[in-house]
């Protein structure tokens, strides 16, 4: 998460520091007490189920044959009988009948895997109830694992060739937002905890934790730090307004109903503001950390900008990035839930009506709320980072708000100026200068 910016900053004063010291720590430490307070100590265990057996297997033949008509079915409805039909012939790999050879019928059906020959498979054994002792073999799924391998080490190599030990630092960080997630945020809202203060809490200790690990301690992490921070809380208080306002109730999906039937004590309306918090979060440090940097770089490029001047032009840098980025969330959203806007093309019922149904009107409000709080991390971060890259200059122009005042250059005869252009250079041929150097003592000034 964030954005990578290697220049160091100008040296910030030790009263700017110790300022940002006291701000930073208490929070810190405010948000691993809150953190200790809501961590999750009688998280619910998932119940153990019976699962069907699984082991893995490789096919080495598949023999495809003429579904058989069903005379039951008119003629040109769909069935599972249109096929395909066959058998598949697996060398099981684990299990009891490892190094065997075993046949299984062709999946069928919605959502069933597509076999070839050398394809590596996952097997799952079916016992018959009547006689328990006669199993059969089923295809189940594709196995995945060594793809997924692939993918991470090709994921890993490529941020540490290009961003060699800040790279490294943000693989740790990314470890660390899933060990968060995995450890405190999921457990703490299956527990019963509320899952807005879970997800506020959840998303600072990620915050900390990844802005520190792969920026440094630095003044401008800091600024970004308490940009990100500041900006969570306003996207929670926004969020919940807005789902207040269109009285949310957090069953807008499949899976929010389906989570229902299986923790129904989890509040599912803390739930949404809680996702919109955590899918916010990864925007918002890009935002925060880029806007510090920018600050950084046009204090670096010009120390004589005001605090005023810092704060318009990194803002223009802020507006452009904020353009791109509103579009990147509404896309995310919506690529997420492409199945789900494919059904308004197959939905009869008006389009006002649909809109404000509440499954779109979720979607709606989680780009909405998103963007918002976005939009304010902007002025929020990039007026911190102005007044901390400028706190402790002696400059009184710069702490009036005027600009210095640049000193003209000496007029120049326009009949010199045309002469100096006109005349050819001339080579140095003193033994006192080697060749090729121009003359040291040459000096243009007076011509120009």
Same mark, same amino acid.
């Given at each position: 998460?964030?954005?990578?910016?290697?220049?160091?900053?100008?040296?910030?004063?030790?009263?700017?520091?110790?300022?940002?010291?006291?701000?930073?720590?208490?929070?810190?430490?405010?948000?691993?007490?809150?953190?200790?307070?809501?961590?999750?100590?009688?998280?619910?265990?998932?119940?153990?189920?019976?699962?069907?057996?699984?082991?893995?297997?490789?096919?080495?033949?598949?023999?495809?044959?003429?579904?058989?008509?069903?005379?039951?079915?008119?003629?040109?409805?769909?069935?599972?009988?249109?096929?395909?039909?066959?058998?598949?012939?697996?060398?099981?790999?684990?299990?009891?009948?490892?190094?065997?050879?075993?046949?299984?019928?062709?999946?069928?059906?919605?959502?069933?895997?597509?076999?070839?020959?050398?394809?590596?498979?996952?097997?799952?054994?079916?016992?018959?109830?009547?006689?328990?002792?006669?199993?059969?073999?089923?295809?189940?799924?594709?196995?995945?694992?060594?793809?997924?391998?692939?993918?991470?080490?090709?994921?890993?190599?490529?941020?540490?060739?290009?961003?060699?030990?800040?790279?490294?630092?943000?693989?740790?960080?990314?470890?660390?937002?899933?060990?968060?997630?995995?450890?405190?945020?999921?457990?703490?809202?299956?527990?019963?905890?509320?899952?807005?203060?879970?997800?506020?809490?959840?998303?600072?200790?990620?915050?900390?934790?990844?802005?520190?690990?792969?920026?440094?301690?630095?003044?401008?992490?800091?600024?970004?730090?308490?940009?990100?921070?500041?900006?969570?809380?306003?996207?929670?208080?926004?969020?919940?307004?807005?789902?207040?306002?269109?009285?949310?109730?957090?069953?807008?999906?499949?899976?929010?109903?389906?989570?229902?039937?299986?923790?129904?004590?989890?509040?599912?309306?803390?739930?949404?503001?809680?996702?919109?918090?955590?899918?916010?979060?990864?925007?918002?440090?890009?935002?925060?950390?880029?806007?510090?940097?920018?600050?950084?770089?046009?204090?670096?490029?010009?120390?004589?900008?005001?605090?005023?001047?810092?704060?318009?032009?990194?803002?223009?840098?802020?507006?452009?990035?904020?353009?791109?980025?509103?579009?990147?969330?509404?896309? @995310?959203?919506?690529?997420?839930?492409?199945?789900?806007?494919?059904?308004?093309?197959?939905?009869?019922?008006?389009?006002?009506?649909?809109?404000?149904?509440?499954?779109?009107?979720?979607?709606?409000?989680?780009?909405?709320?998103?963007?918002?709080?976005?939009? @304010? @991390?902007?002025?929020?971060?990039?007026?911190?980072?102005?007044?901390?890259?400028?706190?402790?200059?002696?400059?009184?122009?710069?702490?009036?708000?005027?600009?210095?005042?640049?000193?003209?250059?000496?007029?120049?005869?326009?009949?010199?100026?045309?002469?100096?252009?006109?005349?050819?250079?001339?080579?140095?041929?003193?033994?006192?200068?080697?060749?090729?150097?121009?003359?040291?003592?040459?000096?243009?000034?007076?011509?120009?």
């Amino acid at each position: 998460m964030g954005a990578d910016h290697t220049r160091s900053a100008p040296p910030t004063p030790p009263g700017v520091r110790r300022i940002l010291v006291v701000t930073v720590v208490p929070l810190f430490i405010a948000t691993l007490v809150a953190a200790i307070v809501l961590w999750p100590r009688d998280a619910p265990r998932p119940e153990a189920a019976d699962d069907t057996p699984r082991y893995h297997g490789t096919i080495t033949r598949v023999v495809s044959e003429p579904c058989p008509s069903n005379p039951v079915v008119p003629e040109g409805t769909p069935t599972a009988a249109d096929g395909p039909c066959g058998t598949v012939t697996v060398r099981v790999q684990t299990g009891p009948d490892a190094g065997q050879e075993v046949q299984t019928p062709i999946p069928t059906g919605p959502g069933a895997p597509r076999v070839e020959v050398d394809d590596d498979i996952i097997l799952v054994s079916l016992i018959d109830p009547e006689d328990p002792t006669v199993s059969t073999y089923n295809i189940a799924e594709h196995q995945r694992g060594k793809p997924l391998v692939w993918l991470a080490v090709l994921f890993a190599a490529a941020i540490v060739a290009f961003g060699r030990l800040r790279g490294l630092a943000a693989l740790g960080g990314l470890a660390a937002s899933f060990a968060i997630l995995l450890t405190f945020v999921l457990p703490g809202i299956s527990a019963g905890q509320p899952p807005l203060a879970v997800a506020i809490v959840g998303a600072s200790l990620i915050m900390f934790v990844v802005l520190y690990l792969t920026h440094g301690i630095s003044a401008q992490t800091s600024v970004a730090v308490l940009g990100t921070l500041a900006s969570l809380v306003l996207t929670g208080l926004l969020g919940l307004a807005a789902t207040g306002a269109t009285h949310l109730t957090g069953f807008g999906s499949e899976d929010a109903t389906t989570l229902s039937m299986f923790r129904a004590d989890v509040d599912l309306h803390g739930l949404l503001l809680a996702g919109i918090i955590i899918g916010s979060l990864g925007v918002l440090d890009d935002v925060t950390v880029t806007q510090a940097a920018a600050v950084n770089e046009l204090r670096h490029a010009n120390p004589d900008l005001s605090r005023r001047e810092l704060y318009r032009s990194a803002t223009r840098v802020g507006r452009a990035h904020i353009a791109s980025v509103v579009n990147t969330i509404v896309l @995310a959203y919506a690529g997420a839930s492409l199945p789900l806007l494919l059904l308004l093309t197959a939905d009869s019922r008006a389009l006002g009506q649909i809109l404000t149904s509440e499954f779109l009107t979720t979607e709606i409000v989680r780009s909405v709320v998103a963007t918002l709080g976005l939009i @304010a @991390a902007v002025p929020l971060t990039t007026a911190l980072a102005a007044v901390v890259s400028t706190a402790g200059r002696g400059d009184a122009d710069v702490h009036s708000g005027e600009p210095t005042p640049v000193i003209p250059r000496p007029a120049t005869d326009r009949a010199e100026a045309l002469h100096a252009l006109s005349t050819p250079p001339t080579r140095n041929t003193s033994p006192a200068t080697p060749p090729r150097w121009p003359d040291p003592d040459r000096s243009t000034d007076t011509t120009w």
